[in-house]
């Protein structure tokens, strides 16, 4: 067993990935928390992308209604974030994970099978909000935990390198609902897509959602939950764990928000409004509009895994820096070329995208180092699901209701840019934690607890 593996006295090895046994166990815990990260945000990339047919079947009202419909299934996720993060940090990471990923596909699928709004009246649309608010319940708990259960099967080492599959779930399933979406479209046509066939990429979450939770349900608990169960050092409940977090780590809270606020406001301007503006404000058509994103979402996958590696190297800080600096400086003009046509939306897609990557790549490894193991996934959870909800779902909504009332198309360019402000102000608060130890009960990069860990083993 390497140093760097090394638990304290009575602690449960990391994987070790340089024997068989080892990377066989590193690749199903990946597996488990990228299948299920995938299944969470293939819906919320489909949602974007069938959102003309939503609109069509759901809100003859208007599209302003289903991108609110979008900002819904947020509100729900703190809610989601305040039960299942202590139950994570109580009963354990896999527990919480099997049964959020079953909640949030079965709501997907059932999706699919909503009667219109031709059919039974505004039911259709108070069903379709009932399903949303259930899987932003469930994704309250999904992300938090599958980013705590990746980060703490992996290597201190290699964190980065590891957990940036993750995201690469996270991008596969944006990039999953939007080749099925546009694969759709060619074969089936616009009629039959508003028809029917926009049902079909709900339903396929159904088959997908009983593949992660197979292979959760293989694994056993993270090595350093279960140091911690054996140590005692669980919480005991709910309101004890947000009790502790609101009174001994507001700090990291607070800090985690701003970056949680930059992340997401980026995330769902790039990836979830993206369609809608294309479409709406660019005036690309559908198919082509889909083709651009999913060419940057393809591009975006492949890098990712590189950014992780980079993180390990370098730190988690460099590249944020990077990425948040990089960020506020493009936004402007790549905003301005993606209003040029494909060829000028494209390459502002991609630029925008890369820089993304930098923050993306390291979410595994940077948030769940930012509290200590006993109130980790509470941690995580509750700060994550709050800065989402309040900046990072209603972003479509609020791009879209400000360019409707100023006219001024460059509004996701500003709006991103202000959100990486934010992230900015946060980033001398951050600890680097880069190979730094997350076990116990002391908060990782912590200088007095790296002493003791040091003189602990």
Same mark, same amino acid.
């Given at each position: ?114 009667? +219109? ?61 939007? &080749? ?65 977090? &609101? ?16 992340? $997401? ?14 479409? $709406? ?25 590189? &950014? ?79 800065? +989402? ?18 006219? $001024? ?49």
């Amino acid at each position: 067993m390497t140093a760097e593996n090394q638990p304290p006295a009575g602690g449960f090895d990391t994987p070790e990935t340089d024997t068989p046994e080892g990377k066989k166990t590193i690749r199903r815990a990946i597996g488990a928390s990228a299948v299920g990260n995938a299944t969470e945000w293939y819906d919320y990339g489909v949602y974007a992308v069938v959102l003309t047919y939503i609109t069509a079947n759901f809100f003859p009202g208007g599209a302003e209604w289903a991108l609110a419909t979008f900002a819904i299934s947020f509100l729900a996720r703190p809610f989601g974030g305040f039960i299942w993060g202590p139950l994570g940090d109580r009963l354990g990471r896999k527990a919480v994970l099997s049964l959020t990923i079953i909640l949030m596909a079965g709501a997907t699928f059932s999706i699919g099978l909503l009667p +219109t709004f031709d059919q039974i009246g505004y039911w259709a649309p108070a069903l379709l909000v009932a399903l949303r608010i259930l899987q932003g319940f469930s994704t309250g708990g999904e992300y938090g935990g599958a980013a705590t259960f990746m980060a703490e099967y992996s290597p201190d080492k290699k964190r980065g390198f590891l957990g940036s599959f993750l995201e690469f779930g996270t991008i596969c399933g944006f990039a999953l609902g939007t &080749a099925v979406t546009l694969f759709l479209q060619i074969l089936l046509g616009a009629e039959a897509m508003t028809d029917w066939g926009w049902r079909i990429p709900f339903l396929i979450a159904g088959p997908m959602g009983l593949i992660g939770w197979y292979l959760r349900s293989k694994l056993e608990d993270t090595p350093v939950f279960r140091e911690l169960e054996n140590e005692s050092g669980t919480e005991d409940s709910g309101p004890t764990t947000l009790k502790h977090l &609101a009174s001994k780590y507001w700090r990291p809270v607070l800090t985690m928000a701003g970056l949680v606020i930059a992340l $997401n406001v980026a995330n769902y301007t790039l990836l979830s409004y993206m369609p809608t503006y294309l479409q $709406n404000q660019i005036g690309l058509s559908d198919d082509g509009s889909l083709t651009l994103i999913l060419i940057g979402q393809v591009v975006m996958m492949l890098l990712i895994p590189f &950014a992780g590696a980079l993180s390990d190297r370098v730190g988690r800080k460099p590249l944020w820096w990077v990425s948040l600096v990089g960020l506020f400086v493009a936004a402007l003009p790549m905003y301005m070329l993606i209003g040029t046509g494909f060829t000028g939306a494209l390459i502002g897609f991609a630029v925008l995208g890369i820089l993304y990557v930098l923050q993306l790549a390291t979410i595994s490894a940077t948030f769940p180092a930012m509290f200590p193991a006993h109130v980790r996934f509470a941690g995580f959870a509750v700060t994550y699901n709050l800065a +989402t909800a309040l900046f990072g779902g209603t972003a479509p909504l609020a791009n879209e209701a400000l360019i409707e009332s100023t006219g $001024n198309l460059l509004v996701p360019a500003f709006y991103m840019m202000a959100a990486c402000l934010i992230g900015m102000i946060a980033m001398p608060f951050v600890r680097e934690t880069a190979g730094e130890s997350i076990r116990g009960t002391d908060t990782p990069g912590d200088p007095t607890a790296a002493e003791l860990a040091t003189t602990r083993s």
